[in-house]
């Protein structure tokens, strides 16, 4: 185990920003219960841990080829981009996307048109994992995948799910016979819609905006969550609807 540098602190607080990610091809994911569960997939993506000596004292085994590093708490908060700090934080390549095209024509996939918040995007992919969807495909103007509050909130869902930023002009184009999905408030109602058709890639519009209008023109069947007639909500949270779409889509 070694101590912290100032040249490795400097690294980890770069990856902060998106462009730095890109550069180095590496993110940070923080907390104990999430380390903890990178740890025990034994992932391969998992290149550096630091920890205080007191997280290290009770700490899982890591593999031998991890960089194990003892910061202070100080130091710790300081290289942190969140508010609460945590005992221990993880460096890790970020993973190539491994698009099933299969899976992707004959199951259940994401589109996500411009997701902002990271919070959001981070329930999102958690949920699409809890309900075995395995793509997410980020369109333009979704926060990044690899932002720390994303990895937070998701949950190590990184860890089993696929993400690739992609236009839906691209998209629409590599699944011209994939039926498209798009959540809007004039659709079918979304448990009307037959099991076996319950099968293609879904589309979660902008949480302030909904889907784009460029979007909208390529999408083949719009769907809507019923409101119930007591019900005086105006609208869903675009992670609350896509949590919903995803019970009612997954396998």
Known sequence: MIPLSKAKAKFIRSLQRKKYRQRYDNFVAEGVKIVDEIIASQSPLLKTIVGTETWWEIAPDVQENVECIVAEEKALKEISSLVNTHEVLAIL????????????????????????????????????????????????GTVDAFNAKVIQAGMGAFLR????????????????????????????????????ERKGIVVIGNEGKGISETVKKGIDRFIHIPKSPHGGAESLNAGVAAGIICAAFGR
């Open 161 to 196: 799910l696929s993400y690739s930023e992609i236009s839906f002009e691209a998209l629409r184009e590599k699944f011209p016979d994939t039926t498209i999905f798009g959540a809007d408030m004039n659709g079918d109602n979304i448990f009307n819609i037959p099991l076996e």
């Open 93 to 140: 390549e970020i993973p190539k996307p491994k698009v099933d095209d299969f899976t992707i024509q004959k199951g259940v996939s994401l589109f996500l048109d411009g997701i902002q918040d990271p919070g959001n995007l981070g329930t999102i992919l958690r949920t699409a994992d809890w309900f075995g969807i395995r793509h997410v495909f980020l369109g333009n």
